[in-house]
């Protein structure tokens, strides 16, 4: 009899199941499997586009700094043409100096010039002879001739060196005035040279920073579609919690229907078997007075008694949905998480995606749920701060690495506490 019942029991949830199941979970299982097949291609596309913004970064790193070399070389050009541009300054300033230099030779020459006529004319005025010679031969002593000799010798050498002093300065000023000029065509050949350098390196500079301002709007662009895509894989991942949540109902509520409808066949066969046996106890009482009457000859009758046996089906079960006044979610895999950069990356020793201090014993990430939401799980009330994981999946805050390690994969039945 037993295990007539447990075969009905189990016929009736196998029976319930397969026809409930379908109904609850198909349509929003194939809309988890959509919406995940959605996530995954925005998750694509952002894979590419961020694989492109770091690309994008990298040229533009590029071209900053290429900018950053042509500035440099542009700074250097502008204060080697200042250079240039004073030492040609310098050079026209001693050009002047040195023009002022032949002009003064020349007025030198004009004073000699005069001097040398006013003692020739001075000679001829006061001599009666023919110059010089006039003057040695009218001497009245050999003393005096010697005197006047040497005199006329010494105005004719005064005379020779100051016109060789004339020359020599002339042409030291033309030397000079000629080294000058050569030197200031050198400078303005420099200058060319370094003219033309800057206007090729500006238009270098030109063509880098218009490739620079493309990059520029190429990653602005990039990065725009980034946060369009990221705000569309977030708005996938809470669709797709809000559907494992509905799954995770939907599976329980089949569940506890086919619970209550297989303690209601239970029950009913309970019932039936129960009434076969009244039945057969009543024929069997039927039958039993029908032969004490055949067998009374006397036409006195013996009374017998009869005792009537109570049978009680079985209790019916009922599943509970509730815990200490919780919600049954479901069962749900557990994994261990800590603070340190392995387990959080970036986020390593932060807060939590909610804003507060990580604590073992309390904290848990999850999605799908509001923050703040109390979860009794093995007995331990925990409260929902962090991310990370999908519904259905809980990550159990641990204050070690080791302890998280050690923690590993669990499954467990979930109650949210009101």
């Not at 070399?69 to 026209?92: C, G, I, P, S, V």
């Not at 009666?128 to 010679?133: A, H, K």
């Not at 009245?140 to 300065?169: G, N």
Request: glycine share 6%; net charge negative; hydrophobic share 35%.
């Amino acid at each position: 009899m037993k295990k007539k019942k447990l075969f009905s029991l189990v016929l009736a949830t196998v029976l319930t199941a397969a026809t409930v199941l379908p109904c609850y979970g198909a349509s929003t299982k194939e809309k988890i499997s959509n919406a995940q097949a959605e996530q995954a291609a925005a998750q694509s596309q952002l894979d590419s586009i961020q694989s492109r913004i770091d690309e994008l970064n990298s040229k533009k790193g590029q071209s900053e700094e290429y900018l950053s070399e042509l500035n440099q070389q542009l700074d250097e050009l502008q204060n080697r043409m200042q250079e240039l541009q004073n030492q040609y300054d310098a050079k026209q300033n001693e050009l002047v100096q040195i023009q002022g230099e032949l002009e003064e030779a020349k007025a030198k020459e004009e004073e000699q010039y005069e001097a040398m006529k006013l003692r020739i004319q001075y000679m001829y005025e006061n001599s009666s002879g023919n110059g010089y010679m006039a003057m040695l031969f009218s001497s009245k002593s050999i003393s005096e001739l010697i005197s006047r000799a040497e005199y006329i010798q010494k105005i004719s050498d005064f005379d020779r060196d100051l016109m060789q002093e004339y020359e020599d300065t002339v042409d030291q000023v033309k030397e000079k005035e000629a080294q000058v000029q050569e030197e200031q065509a050198a400078i303005v050949e420099l200058q060319q040279q370094s003219s033309d350098q800057q206007e090729a390196i500006q238009e270098l500079y030109a063509a880098a920073y218009q490739e620079l301002r493309s990059y520029s709007a190429e990653l602005d662009d990039a990065k725009s579609s980034e946060s369009a895509l990221v705000d569309e894989i977030n708005s996938k991942a809470d669709a797709i919690n809000d559907l494992i949540r509905q799954a995770k109902e939907e599976e329980i509520a089949a569940q506890k229907k086919a619970e209550e409808e297989a303690a209601a066949a239970e029950a009913e066969a309970a019932r039936k078997q129960a009434a076969e046996a009244e039945a057969a106890r009543i024929a069997a009482a039927e039958a039993a007075n029908a032969a004490a009457k055949a067998d009374t000859d006397t036409g006195s009758s013996s009374s017998g008694s009869t005792s009537s046996a109570t049978v009680k089906g079985p209790a019916a079960t009922e599943s509970s949905g509730s815990s200490s006044g919780g919600t049954y979610l479901g069962k749900f895999k557990l994994t261990g998480y800590c603070s340190c950069s392995i387990c959080t990356g970036q986020w390593s020793g932060g807060s939590t995606a909610s804003g507060t201090t990580p604590t073992a014993g309390r904290t848990i990430a999850m999605g799908g749920v509001p923050f703040g939401t109390k979860l009794l799980i093995n007995g331990q009330v925990y409260t929902v701060e962090d991310r990370g994981t999908a519904y259905g999946h809980v990550d159990v805050f641990f204050g070690s690495h080791s302890e998280a390690l050690s923690f590993g994969v669990q499954y467990a039945d979930v109650y949210q506490l009101s």
